[in-house]
């Protein structure tokens, strides 16, 4: 879904997913700044820390600059920086809009959350990595739901969650068990993922060095939104 946005809208809308804006439309995170850069345009949020001025001017510095070559900060970010505070460390990563229907077909069992039976049997099969707690919210319909996770050899692989949800969208979370990795069980969950969100605008997006999670995009056929770019203490 994207309803006809331009892709910095839809990069607004993901900055809003992923961070939860405060009623002022602000970071509350340790994230000083995230500027999202797209080829028809650039947009930004500020921290909640931040004085009005300072954010008032550093939202007109981005509105008022050319966005950059994906994977290249753009110019105005060092300026941004320079005003907060020179010691900031600077991250991004590639965006992508998940537009179902998505498909990808690998040779394992893909149990999804939308169906009762299934969450009964990925509940004792708690991966390692899961808090026990986190693992009873995710599994019976709670925070980070929907899901869909690959099962094999008795234990779960795979998994795409929505690391984030609210009412304007959803962000993809995925996590693959080691050994299993590079077999295509992190593209087959998160297609399944994006079918049990329907009419949503659904993202997915990673770091600049985290290949494996780019081939994941690649393989789904994901189109690229741009690039979050960001300021954190």
Known sequence: MSGGLR??????????VIWRLDDRDRLPGPEEMVVGVAADGMTAAVGAGVPGPLAARLLDLVA???PSAPGRPPEVLAQCRALL????????GPSYLVHPPVRFDAPVEVLRSDDPAHARRVRPLRPGVWEPEEWEVLVGGGAGAP??????????VAI???ARHTP?????GTWTSPP????GYAAATTAAWAGLLPGT???????ADNHSSQRVAARLGLRPIGWLWHLTR
């Open 7 to 16: 892709d910095v809208d839809l990069l607004g809308i993901e900055i809003g």
């Open 64 to 66: 008022g600059a050319t």
């Open 85 to 92: 505070e020179p010691d900031l460390a600077v991250s991004g």
């Open 147 to 156: 899901w869909a996770m690959a099962v094999e050899d008795g234990q779960v």
């Open 160 to 162: 795409c969650h929505s």
């Open 168 to 172: 304007a969208g959803a962000e993809a």
């Open 180 to 183: 299993f990795r590079g077999r």
């Open 201 to 207: 605008h659904l993202f997915y997006s990673t770091s």
